[in-house]
């Protein structure tokens, strides 16, 4: 048996190595901006999209096992609450951005609003300062749903705890969905806003719901054989997590063909070029990767129960996704830049400097949640005890 104190420290021993890490790239991207603001500013929204919609995800994640229940929620219930505890931080690394705006976004730049009859007629909704406004928006109801997320889960009485997360979490998934969806809009659809899609937000609303969930799986994976965890991630509850993953990759992959479909046959010369421009120049990999990563080869996979009852190879899959959820964003973000495909050294530092640091706030989060996973295991016995009696 191992106890807390070497429990938080085996955890912990990573977080230097990450803000390290964090410092590295940091400085590395700091030279990019100087160098080139377009490959920067480019480079730091790819990034940033990738975490932002790894925390978000896991506030929806978990969102939904409060509202609907269910054994599988409690083994990955913690490491959920570790990443939607980072969107403080999450917070502050969107501050960048609002100083990118006209390298980013055609309908800041007034010269280009001036000629654009297009933009002209979106510059109500799209202009810097509402932009920024709807921002700040978004970001108060999601530290909102956080914090109230993590009050209502240590409260003493199991079942007040139960009702009250529950009360929360309709509205809050509601809420989810509505600002996820105007984001996507307003952070990356209006990066060509002469271009849009009405399933563009529920693209980002099932990519979310994949990156939350896939991590928390390879953590649950990488930390079920120590104390206390190992009480709470059970080989049934992996299967459970495998298959609500399979789910949300078939959600993905639907929402993704159906935009596909609609545009490609409407054949609006308005719409198609977004695709064009994805599909050449290099860019045509990466849709064949995401065929191969991202939908083919977990489906088959996570279609295998024996799998999904074997941590190792149910974190290899859900590893591919998240490396998978980096390649989509950049395949949605950079073609609106850069015809021919390329990944450069300011991007690989930018990436690795975000992601150094939430890495470390996210392990530091984790760290201070072990002592918590207590409060899982009584409320998983009390759960047990009361289906034993109303069985008999």
Same mark, same amino acid.
Not at 1 to 13: L, S
Not at 147 to 162: D, K, P, W, Y
Not at 222 to 243: K, Y
């Given at each position: 048996?191992?106890?807390?104190?070497?429990?938080?420290?085996?955890?912990?021993?990573?977080?230097?190595?990450?803000?390290?890490?964090?410092?590295? +790239?940091?400085?590395?991207?700091?030279?990019?901006?100087?160098?080139?603001?377009?490959?920067?500013?480019?480079?730091?929204?790819?990034?940033?999209?990738?975490?932002?919609?790894?925390?978000?995800? *896991?506030?929806?994640?978990?969102?939904?096992?409060?509202?609907?229940?269910?054994?599988?929620?409690?083994?990955?219930?913690?490491?959920?609450?570790?990443?939607?505890?980072?969107?403080p931080l999450v917070a502050v690394l969107f501050?960048?951005?609002?100083? +990118?705006?006209?390298?980013?976004?055609?309908?800041?730049?007034?010269?280009?609003?001036?000629?654009?009859?297009?933009?002209?007629?979106?510059?109500?909704?799209?202009?810097?300062?509402?932009?920024?406004?709807?921002?700040?928006?978004?970001?108060?109801?999601?530290?909102?749903?956080?914090?109230?997320?993590?009050?209502?889960?240590?409260?003493?009485?199991?079942?007040?705890? &139960?009702?009250?997360?529950?009360?929360?979490?309709g509205p809050g998934l509601v809420i989810w969905?509505?600002?996820?969806?105007?984001?996507?809009?307003?952070?990356?659809?209006?990066?060509?806003?002469?271009?849009?899609?009405?399933?563009?937000?529920?693209?980002?609303?099932?990519? &979310?719901?994949?990156?939350?969930?896939?991590?928390?799986?390879?953590?649950?994976?990488?930390?079920?054989?120590?104390?206390?965890?190992?009480?709470?991630?059970?080989?049934?509850?992996?299967?459970?997590?495998?298959?609500?993953?399979?789910?949300?990759?078939?959600?993905?992959?639907?929402?993704?063909?159906? &935009?596909?479909?609609?545009?490609?046959?409407?054949?609006?010369?308005?719409?198609?070029?977004?695709?064009?421009?994805?599909?050449? +120049?290099?860019? &045509?990999?990466?849709?064949l990767a995401l065929a191969a990563f991202h939908?083919?080869?977990?489906?088959?996979?996570?279609?295998?129960?024996?799998?999904?009852?074997?941590?190792?190879?149910?974190?290899?899959?859900?590893?591919?996704?998240?490396?998978?959820?980096?390649?989509?964003?950049?395949?949605?973000?950079?073609?609106?830049?850069?015809?021919?495909?390329?990944?450069?050294?300011?991007?690989?530092?930018?990436?690795?400097?975000?992601?150094?640091?939430?890495?470390?706030?996210?392990? +530091?989060?984790?760290?201070?949640?072990?002592?918590?996973?207590?409060?899982?295991?009584?409320?998983?016995?009390? *759960?047990?005890?009361?289906?034993?009696?109303?069985?008999?």
């Open positions: 048996m191992i106890d807390g104190r070497q429990r938080d420290t085996d955890i912990g021993r990573y977080r230097g190595p990450a803000l390290a890490l964090a410092v590295i +790239g940091a400085a590395i991207a700091g030279l990019g901006y100087y160098r080139n603001p377009v490959e920067f500013f480019t480079a730091y929204l790819f990034a940033f999209l990738f975490f932002w919609g790894v925390s978000l995800g *896991s506030l929806a994640i978990a969102m939904l096992h409060a509202l609907t229940g269910g054994e599988w929620g409690y083994s990955i219930r913690r490491q959920l609450e570790a990443a939607y505890s980072t969107l501050i960048p951005l609002a100083f +990118g705006l006209e390298v980013l976004y055609p309908w800041a730049r007034e010269s280009l609003v001036a000629t654009d009859p297009v933009l002209q007629k979106k510059a109500a909704y799209l202009n810097p300062t509402a932009w920024e406004a709807r921002a700040v928006g978004y970001f108060v109801l999601w530290l909102g749903l956080a914090l109230a997320m993590n009050r209502f889960s240590v409260n003493e009485s199991i079942v007040t705890r &139960q009702r009250r997360l529950a009360l929360l979490a969905v509505l600002t996820v969806t105007f984001a996507a809009v307003d952070w990356v659809m209006s990066l060509e806003p002469n271009w849009s899609s009405s399933m563009y937000g529920v693209l980002f609303v099932a990519a &979310q719901g994949v990156s939350g969930l896939a991590l928390a799986i390879l953590v649950t994976s990488r930390l079920r054989e120590r104390e206390p965890w190992r009480e709470v991630a059970q080989t049934s509850r992996l299967h459970d997590l495998g298959n609500l993953l399979l789910a949300f990759v078939m959600f993905w992959t639907y929402v993704v063909f159906m &935009q596909f479909l609609i545009i490609w046959s409407g054949n609006l010369p308005e719409e198609t070029p977004w695709y064009l421009r994805r599909i050449h +120049g290099g860019w &045509q990999w990466i849709v939908f083919a080869l977990p489906f088959l996979l996570l279609l295998s129960r024996n799998l999904k009852r074997h941590p190792r190879r149910l974190a290899a899959v859900a590893t591919t996704l998240l490396a998978m959820r980096l390649v989509d964003l950049y395949w949605l973000v950079m073609p609106a830049f850069f015809p021919a495909l390329s990944f450069g050294w300011i991007d690989a530092a930018v990436l690795l400097g975000l992601g150094g640091l939430w890495s470390w706030a996210y392990l +530091g989060q984790l760290e201070s949640r072990s002592a918590r996973v207590a409060l899982d295991i009584a409320e998983l016995q009390e *759960s047990t005890e009361g289906a034993i009696h109303a069985t008999v």
